[in-house]
């Protein structure tokens, strides 16, 4: 067992939010533990021997409210200091990716070393401090400072390297940006909002809409989508054609629940016939996602694979020119302290790219702003890390959807039907508002683009209309008019495309790019 003695306002903690909290192992895999709070104290029984540590949501003073990890640590009869442990945490992470990002002797990033070592100071004297109370103190400034610091890095780091790509790249390097779209969306101002700043619509094709019974096909809303993408000469992603989330599955397909071949042939027919009605048009499919975190049918570790390969290899067969794409969704893992029948993010992305499955490209949801499994707030020195991991891989990344709210009140046309408390998913710097929805909107795109295999970005819902999956999260008012994001992004964009060298596009380069395929625009032949 792990004890952890929690400090606020130099007096034990009376109120400890466990919300979101797991505990984790080696290489930051999540495991099941059973965590109590009381008494000013964390006491965390997990189930395995060795060290581990503990993610929590935390205060960390201006720079917001995140969940954070210490690191790991040893069982021991005396209980952690917690407030230590955190800020011991972002000091290792601070050094690590300072050492990682070449910024140790940088001569640009002098005054960012410079404030490290003052913080790192406070730190160590949290480590001398005789009482308790007054280490925890030290370490939440430290723990604060850091934080803000680490994201100072990011941003720093990423404008070294989009600068970098601008001038290995040129016109090859020309990130793409695009927008999920609702299906039942068709106004013209709707769609004229996508045309006027999206280099490309991501469709969904959730199988519970396009077969809600068995053998009863509808596709009127896809093909509405597909032929105006089509005129407006804006390519297609689509997908996924495999996701066991609760929203995309058909009730009926549950009737094959216990019965795996059955269900392997239903996949394997429902596969084949989307993608061959919309081969020459959909230039990236996003054939399966979320699976190693939606384990609905309680399937093996085995099976799992085995439906990804399938899939994968079906549409490679089917559209050898188009770009196959697994998505990963909640990519910190915390589901699987939870779930054992699921599989970590990172392990299935390497399990996938080791495993000789047929595909292109790995996709990323990022969305934070609900109080739920991979959606509370993260930092963005964390988020920048976890894009980091993918370059292992050796493919081409793309994200798939990203969004945060611009209000923190209910917001009653959610998919959370306004029971989604936006507050309790955490603070980036202060409460979520239009402006703050766009200042994480130009960070979070900048970090994305500067990385060398990250090739598209996507925000997942275009307007608060109906259903859309973050409260307050699109980037138009249900009314269409446009918020701050959706000009932010407009500018961004403008900025971008003025300051890249304008030339005859090529084949897509990059580290991780090289064997990827652009997306070709809807409605032209295959090559």
Request: hydrophobic content about 40%; aromatic content about 10%; overall charge negative.
């Amino acid at each position: 067992m792990l004890r952890f003695d929690v400090y606020s306002n130099g007096a034990p903690a009376k109120d400890i939010d466990l919300s979101g909290a797991y505990m984790f192992a080696q290489d930051s895999i999540p495991l099941r533990a059973d965590l109590a709070a009381g008494n000013g104290q964390v006491r965390c029984m997990k189930r395995i021997p060795g060290a581990c540590g503990l993610a929590l949501m935390w205060e960390a003073g201006t720079a917001g409210r995140f969940l954070v990890p210490t690191t790991r640590l040893p069982e021991r009869s005396k209980a952690y200091n917690l407030n230590v442990e955190l800020a011991r945490a972002q000091m290792m992470r601070i050094a690590q990716k300072r050492e990682d990002w070449g910024l140790f002797d940088y001569p640009d990033a002098e005054l960012l070393n410079q404030e490290f070592g003052t913080i790192r100071k406070k730190f160590i004297a949290s480590l001398k401090a005789s009482e308790p109370s007054a280490a925890a103190a030290l370490a939440d400034q430290a723990l604060a400072e850091g934080v803000t610091l680490g994201e100072k890095m990011a941003l720093f780091h990423a404008d070294i390297f989009i600068q970098r790509r601008m001038a290995t790249g040129g016109a090859n390097w020309r990130p793409s940006f695009g927008c999920m779209v609702d299906l039942f969306s068709t106004s013209e101002e709707y769609q004229e909002r996508l045309r006027e700043i999206f280099d490309f619509v991501s469709l969904p094709i959730p199988w519970k809409h396009v077969e809600p019974k068995e053998r009863q096909l509808q596709y009127a809303q896809i093909d509405s989508w597909v032929n105006w993408a089509s005129v407006a000469r804006k390519p297609l992603q689509a997908g996924p054609l495999l996701s066991f989330e609760p929203t995309h599955l058909p009730e009926w397909l549950y009737i094959w629940e216990n019965d795996y071949e059955s269900l392997r042939d239903m996949i394997y027919e429902h596969v084949q016939r989307v993608v061959e009605r919309y081969k020459r048009q959909v230039g990236v499919w996003n054939v399966v996602s979320g699976i190693h975190a939606y384990n609905n049918f309680n399937l093996t570790f085995e099976q799992l694979m085995e439906l990804t390969r399938m899939c994968c290899l079906l549409v490679k067969k089917l559209v050898p020119r188009r770009q196959v794409m697994i998505e990963l969704a909640m990519p910190w893992g915390e589901y699987y302290a939870r779930n054992q029948r699921t599989i970590p993010p990172l392990m299935y992305a390497d399990m996938a790219a080791q495993s000789g499955v047929k595909f292109d490209a790995f996709g990323v949801k990022l969305l934070m702003g609900v109080p739920q499994d991979g959606l509370y707030v993260r930092d963005l020195m964390q988020v920048s890390s976890l894009l980091d991991e993918f370059v292992s891989f050796g493919k081409p990344v793309h994200v798939t959807a990203c969004q945060v709210p611009s209000d923190v009140t209910p917001d009653a046309w959610d998919a959370w039907g306004g029971q989604a408390p936006v507050p309790k998913a955490g603070l980036w710097h202060q409460h979520w508002s239009p402006r703050l929805q766009a200042e994480w909107l130009h960070a979070f795109y900048k970090i994305a683009i500067s990385k060398p295999f990250v090739e598209s970005i996507c925000w997942r819902d275009l307007a608060d209309y109906e259903g859309h999956y973050i409260p307050h999260g699109g980037l138009c008012r249900n009314d269409m008019e446009p918020k701050l994001a959706y000009r932010e992004l407009r500018s961004f964009k403008t900025k971008l495309i003025r300051e890249t060298p304008q030339e005859p596009e090529g084949p897509e380069g990059g580290e991780a790019g090289e064997a990827a395929q652009r997306i070709v625009p809807p409605g032209l032949p295959e090559e």
